[in-house]
């Protein structure tokens, strides 16, 4: 059986963005995904927008997920949104806590995810797939690495049937990860999430931020490239590319996309690893 293979984007702002999203998109539908996901912005600031991108995909014929966030909603909201998305026959979903808008004060009525999958597995029984977060090299807000894999396993044992993890480029944590989790009676797939470099000082920012962690040889090999971007994205994608392939040898039940609404790497990624999955 292929292992599964999946790709993210996030909601456009402008009609401009909307419309080069299609075009992305339509490249992408050619390599044949499981699924495309779209994004749910802080404090649910996209809701209407992700909402709409959902009605495309769908419309286009292709399984369409989106992600739900519960932080600064209350279950009312979040009841009228998971009725729109039954009334749209939308089958799976994403689940997260998600983050407060700038400004934003009010948590909401759920605060966590395992909370937010109780709360839809009570309001809709089995009618969605629910994927939920992972965080290999740790959430950035945990408490301890310990701490990290108990929430994830209160997640999983609140209802979840997948996990899709933050991106990484150490393998090594992944599969340590994994074991971990098993350890804890987690036995859902747990798909890694893979982040084609691009412009990389945007991505060092945001990895940052996020937890994820650029190796010391990746970065250095990288920065010695200066402001040769051919050069980087050459690289970038030889790199990912051996992170995909290693990954999908050793046993890992797929590979989720974040595409940064951009096809041409992705797609360069998956020819070059096109053997490994067939």
Same mark, same amino acid.
């Given at each position: 059986m292929?292992?599964?293979?999946? !790709?993210?984007?996030?909601?456009p702002?402008?009609?401009e963005g909307?419309? $080069?999203l299609?075009?992305?998109?339509?490249l992408?539908?050619?390599?044949n995904?499981?699924?495309?996901?779209? @994004?749910?912005?802080a404090?649910?600031s996209?809701?209407?927008?992700?909402?709409?991108?959902?009605r495309?995909i769908?419309?286009e014929g292709?399984?369409?997920?989106?992600?739900?966030?519960?932080?600064?909603?209350?279950?009312a909201?979040?009841?009228?949104?998971l009725?729109?998305?039954?009334?749209?026959?939308?089958r799976?979903?994403?689940a997260?806590?998600?983050?407060?808008?700038?400004?934003?004060?009010?948590?909401?009525?759920?605060?966590h995810?395992?909370?937010?999958?109780?709360?839809?597995?009570a309001?809709?029984?089995d009618w969605?797939?629910?994927d939920?977060?992972?965080?290999?090299?740790?959430?950035?807000?945990? $408490?301890?690495?310990v701490d990290?894999?108990q929430n994830?396993?209160?997640?999983?044992? *609140?209802g979840?049937?997948g996990?899709?993890?933050?991106y990484?480029?150490?393998?090594?944590?992944y599969f340590?990860?994994?074991?971990?989790?098993? $350890?804890?009676?987690? @036995?859902?797939?747990?798909?890694?999430?893979?982040?084609?470099?691009?412009?990389? #000082?945007?991505l060092a920012?945001?990895?940052?931020?996020?937890?994820?962690?650029?190796?010391?040889?990746l970065?250095?090999?990288?920065? #010695?490239y200066?402001?040769? @971007?051919?050069s !980087?994205?050459?690289?970038?994608?030889?790199?990912?590319?051996?992170?995909?392939?290693?990954?999908?040898?050793?046993?890992?039940?797929?590979l989720?996309?974040?595409?940064?609404?951009? #096809?041409?790497?992705?797609?360069q990624?998956?020819a070059?690893? *096109?053997?490994?999955?067939?």
């Amino acid at each position: 059986m292929n292992p599964d293979f999946s !790709i993210e984007f996030f909601p456009p702002q402008t009609p401009e963005g909307a419309e $080069k999203l299609k075009a992305e998109r339509a490249l992408l539908a050619r390599l044949n995904p499981d699924f495309f996901s779209v @994004t749910y912005g802080a404090g649910g600031s996209t809701r209407e927008r992700t909402f709409n991108v959902i009605r495309e995909i769908a419309a286009e014929g292709h399984l369409a997920v989106p992600h739900l966030s519960c932080i600064g909603a209350s279950r009312a909201d979040i009841r009228v949104m998971l009725a729109d998305f039954k009334t749209a026959n939308i089958r799976r979903l994403v689940a997260l806590r998600g983050d407060l808008s700038s400004g934003m004060a009010d948590m909401g009525e759920l605060r966590h995810a395992n909370e937010l999958v109780e709360f839809i597995r009570a309001e809709t029984g089995d009618w969605f797939h629910i994927d939920v977060a992972a965080y290999p090299e740790w959430h950035p807000q945990a $408490k301890s690495p310990v701490d990290d894999l108990q929430n994830f396993a209160r997640k999983v044992k *609140s209802g979840a049937d997948g996990a899709i993890t933050q991106y990484f480029y150490n393998a090594d944590a992944y599969f340590r990860f994994v074991d971990e989790a098993q $350890k804890l009676g987690v @036995t859902i797939p747990v798909v890694p999430g893979i982040m084609p470099i691009n412009n990389f #000082s945007r991505l060092a920012r945001f990895s940052d931020a996020c937890g994820a962690e650029i190796p010391r040889w990746l970065r250095k090999k990288i920065e #010695s490239y200066g402001d040769d @971007t051919a050069s !980087i994205r050459a690289y970038g994608i030889e790199v990912v590319s051996e992170l995909c392939r290693r990954l999908l040898q050793s046993g890992a039940p797929g590979l989720h996309f974040y595409s940064m609404n951009q #096809s041409a790497l992705i797609t360069q990624i998956l020819a070059r690893i *096109s053997g490994d999955r067939a």
